[in-house]
């Protein structure tokens, strides 16, 4: 049974960092891109973040470009997702995702293969 299990979420001042982490376990991380995605209430899920499954690709959303960094560690099958200067407007839920079929076009919300269930980042003073 694959999982992803996102943590590192919470509340955190506006200018503020968090660091996501999301585990995976029933698959081989090492074939697949992870791929970081956020839902806000009210709005359609977006794309944030995805990582080519060596590391060698990286792509950003322009609202997060310069503020967010994404890694991976496969030895741990664990993917990051660090979060700098944190706003308000990222308030949401934040989701992790394997993507096997890997592409520039990692970012839609069509790419991923499996997903997480979610961890909320509230940022709020």
Known sequence: QVQLVESGGGLVQPGGSLRLSCAASGLSLDYYGIGWFRQAPGKEREGVSCISSSSGSTYYSDSVKGR??????????TGYLQMNSLKPEDTAVYYCAAVLKWSSACLRTTSPTYWGQGTQVTVSS
């Open 68 to 77: 967010f960094t994404i890694s991976r560690d496969n030895a741990k099958r």
